[in-house]
């Protein structure tokens, strides 16, 4: 079974630049979270989608962060403009019911 | 409000000896109990879980107990292996939660040959 895969790995960017990120699940996983994990601290969770509906978005900074899931399968997070406090692990899971969480390797963000 | 604590930032065992984790939380709706083990530059995978009706479950050398009263949980790792050096994280969840993961600040272990 192949895993989460998340693109790119590394990105390095300026503030006030955008950047999206990209996650595709396992598949036939419903469920697809958005995880921001900040140097010495646990995952965050930004947002949970179940198919192509959010679930929960209350954690998810709304005027900078953006996320979407088409078609219930691939999903992209998007920040605009970034700063220098989004410098973290962006870490991509889903599941299926009654299952646990598979994490992708995450995109590590970099805002100089 | 953390509500999952990891009070230990480190730890480090001679190989072949107890490693024992130790995490807090104070969500009493927590029924359900995991604990993650993170290589750098590689997500989380799933090492162990309990639920909220048992106070122990075992996997091979891994181990996790469960106080409810004292709303503490622990991994144990017996025998230590150089191969368990990373960092392991405590989460816990609920069912009125969508199964939302709440995770600690993480354990860096180190094993030492």
């Known amino acids: 079974e192949a895993g989460v895969a998340q693109s790119p790995r590394y990105k390095i960017i300026e503030k006030r630049q955008s950047v999206a990120f990209w996650c595709n699940p396992i598949?036939?996983?419903?469920?697809l979270y958005w995880y921001q994990q900040i140097l010495g601290q646990g995952p965050k969770l930004l947002i949970q989608f179940q198919n192509n509906g959010v679930v929960d978005d209350s954690q998810l900074p709304k005027d900078r962060f953006s996320a979407e899931r088409l078609k219930g399968v691939d999903s992209t997070l998007k920040i605009q403009p970034a700063k220098l406090e989004d410098s973290a692990v962006y870490l991509c899971?889903?599941?299926?019911?009654?299952?646990?969480?598979?994490f992708g390797s995450g995109t590590r963000l970099t805002v100089v | 409000d953390q509500q999952v604590k990891q009070n230990s930032p480190s730890l480090s065992v001679q190989e072949g000896r107890i490693s024992i984790l130790n995490c807090d939380y104070t969500?009493?709706?927590?029924?359900?109990f995991l604990w993650y083990k993170k290589y750098p530059a590689e997500g989380p995978t799933f090492l162990i879980s309990i639920s909220s009706i048992k106070d122990k479950n075992e996997d091979g050398r891994f181990t996790v107990f469960l106080n409810k009263s004292a709303k503490h949980l622990s991994l144990h790792i017996v025998p230590s292996q150089p191969g368990d050096s990373a960092v392991y994280f405590c989460?816990?969840?609920?069912?009125?939660?969508?199964?939302?993961?709440?995770f600690g600040s993480g354990t860096q272990l180190t094993v030492l040959p």
């Open positions: 969500n009493s709706m927590f029924d359900y």
């Open positions: 989460a816990a969840s609920s069912s009125g939660s969508a199964r939302q993961l709440t």
């Open positions: 598949s036939g996983h419903a469920t």
């Open positions: 899971a889903s599941r299926v019911e009654g299952y646990g969480y598979t």
